[in-house]
């Protein structure tokens, strides 16, 4: 065997090996690399109390409830199912009944999603993209639609 083929041969083993760790890697990973996921989706996987996730949706209106000094209690839905969340600390500014949310935490024995952190959308007319495919899968969005809009259903 030549050099060079013995150098091709540690080249090709090398990327074998290099091919079964990232495998491996994404196969462990595989719950964990989505952005968030929607009440819908929490409900379908029955996520156990104590998992850290992202739960993505919009503010139902009429759920804001001030529980403390710095404890707001809301509910997150994609209008198909909701979510009790449970925050303590200042919400963003631009938090507000139906804007879409993103809030990090766990789930409680109790099914109250417990965040520790909350981020709402930039500005009038964002909606995190993940939360806009949410509301189109459940047939309740469509492009063009503004925010008081959201809630509505699609014209079929």
Same mark, same amino acid.
Request: no cysteine; proline share 5%; charged share 25%.
């Given at each position: ?25 994404? !196969? ?7 952005? !968030? ?10 996520? +156990? ?6 739960? +993505?949706?919009?503010?139902? *209106? +009429? ?25 303590? +600390?200042?919400?963003?500014?631009? !938090? ?16 109250? !999603? ?32 503004? *925010? ?9």
């Amino acid at each position: 065997m030549t050099r060079k083929q013995r150098r091709a041969g540690f080249i090709a083993v090398g990327l074998g090996i290099l091919g079964v760790a990232v495998g491996l890697v994404l !196969f462990a990973m595989r719950d964990n690399i989505v952005f !968030f996921y929607s009440p819908t989706e929490v409900a379908e996987k029955g996520i +156990g109390p104590g998992t850290r996730f992202r739960l +993505g949706g919009l503010v139902e *209106k +009429g759920s804001v409830e001030h529980t403390g000094p710095a404890t707001i209690k809301f509910v997150v839905t994609d209008l198909r199912k909701q979510v009790t969340v449970s925050y303590t +600390g200042l919400v963003p500014d631009l !938090f507000r009944e139906g804007q879409g949310v993103v809030a990090e935490g766990a789930m409680s024995p109790d099914g109250v !999603f417990t965040a520790d952190s909350v981020l709402a959308k930039h500005d009038e007319k964002y909606m995190p993209p993940e939360v806009a495919a949410a509301l189109k899968k459940s047939g309740r969005w469509e492009e063009g639609q503004t *925010k008081s809009d959201a809630g509505k259903p699609v014209a079929q």
